[in-house]
Nanobody, 121 residues
Framework: QVQLVESGGGLVQPGGSLRLSCAAS????????IGWFRQAPGKEREGVSC????????YYADSVKGRFTASRDNAKNTVYLQMNSLKAEDTGVYYC??????????????WGQGTQVTVSS
């Protein structure tokens, strides 16, 4: 079964950290780029980061630059998003998706189910 599964979301206080994982099964991520997106209630989906599986080069939205770091483990077929110095405005459902390149090429073959991140005191 082909799928992407996110994990690692939760409730964290402002200034805290979380690490999200995006694990693929049924196919290899090696030839893709992986985009991270988030959607807050009442807002449009926002691109957060994109990482190329081929060389690990990552791109970030200005809103998260310097706080979030994307990484990949090709052997585990998994991508990570390390989120530090979290703010209330980082709250939302986070999704990963395959893409044909970075920055956002817009060719999304597969999406994960999403994981909730809530930043609140």
């Amino acid at each position: 079964q082909v799928q992407l599964v996110e994990s690692g979301g939760g409730l964290v206080q402002p200034g805290g950290s979380l690490r999200l994982s995006c694990a693929a099964s049924g196919f290899t991520l090696d030839y893709y780029a992986i985009g991270w997106f988030r959607q807050a209630p009442g807002k449009e989906r926002e691109g957060v980061s994109c990482i190329r599986m081929s060389d690990g080069k990552a791109y970030y939205a200005d809103s998260v630059k310097g706080r979030f770091t994307a990484s990949r483990d090709n052997a585990k077929n998994t991508v990570y998003l390390q989120m530090n110095s979290l703010k209330a405005e980082d709250t939302g459902v986070y999704y990963c998706a395959t893409d044909s390149g970075c920055p956002d090429a817009g060719n999304y073959d597969y999406w994960g189910q999403g994981t909730q991140v809530t930043v609140s005191s």
